[in-house]
């Protein structure tokens, strides 16, 4: 099962800004880089963020991510229809020898 | 083109076994560490396994350890997924996805995945 929890849904408008949050512990975001993976329907995921707040070459600058904490969070702006999508974070977790954890997934929807 | 393709996908009965490939293309295969990533029907992702870019080290999370065998072949430029003991909730999409990193671990992440090939497990 999951251990970072997001919200289930979030909406926006065209043009507003719509925040994801993304909420783990000291043994995962806590301690580790977290990154973010977009998941157009019928599609297999895209990293959209990695190590906090990098985006790889081809994602707008629309979409910016950052971390506090226990914490993080995604960041859309300039909603666009093209941006409805599945979203999840993810991170390494020192716990049990470690391995890799994501969220449980944020639909956004475009109003 | 830089991709990774999966097959082998299918309806298998619970118990049964199968073997998932990815044919990776346009990068140096040898170089990264892999990834099996799977998705339920209408669920989240759950990670699965990895193996290091020389095949030393692996990794399988404990709803597949004694299962599923990840290896690969760097000759073939191929990732390999073995599942055996298949249960009903091993039903999913199984996707592979290439590492940033030579070594799985606290430092890689995803940055290519494939489209990924559909395992039913029913009667």
């Known amino acids: 099962q999951s251990v970072l929890t997001q919200p289930p849904s979030a909406s926006g408008t065209p043009g507003q800004r719509v925040t994801i949050s993304c909420s783990g512990s000291s043994s995962n975001i806590g301690s580790n880089y977290v990154y973010w993976y977009q998941q157009l329907p019928g599609t297999a995921p895209k990293l959209l963020i990695y190590?906090?707040?990098q985006r790889p070459s081809g994602v707008p600058d629309r979409f910016s991510g950052s971390k506090s904490g226990t914490s993080a969070s995604l960041a859309i702006s300039g909603l666009r229809s093209e941006d409805e999508a599945d979203y999840y974070c993810?991170?390494?977790?020192?716990?049990?020898?470690?391995?890799?954890?994501f969220g449980t997934g944020t639909k956004v929807t475009v109003l | 083109e830089v991709q990774l393709v999966e097959s082998g996908g299918g309806l298998v009965q619970p118990g049964g076994s199968l073997r998932l490939s990815c044919a990776a293309s346009g990068f140096t295969f040898s170089s990264y560490a892999m990834h099996w990533v799977r998705q339920a029907p209408g669920k989240g992702l759950e990670y699965v396994s990895a193996?290091?870019?020389?095949?030393?080290?692996?990794y399988y999370a404990n709803s597949v350890k004694g299962r599923f065998t990840i290896s690969r072949d760097n000759s073939k430029n191929t990732l390999y997924l073995q599942m055996g003991s298949l249960r009903a909730e091993d039903m999913a999409v199984y996707y592979c996805?290439?590492?940033?990193?030579?070594?799985?671990?606290?430092?890689?992440?995803?940055?290519?995945w494939g489209r990924g090939t559909l395992v039913t497990v029913s009667s």
């Open positions: 190590r906090n707040n």
């Open positions: 193996i290091s870019s020389n095949g030393g080290s692996t």
């Open positions: 996805a290439r590492d940033y990193d030579p070594n799985w671990g606290v430092y890689g992440y995803f940055d290519l």
């Open positions: 993810a991170a390494w977790d020192d716990s049990l020898s470690g391995h890799y954890v």
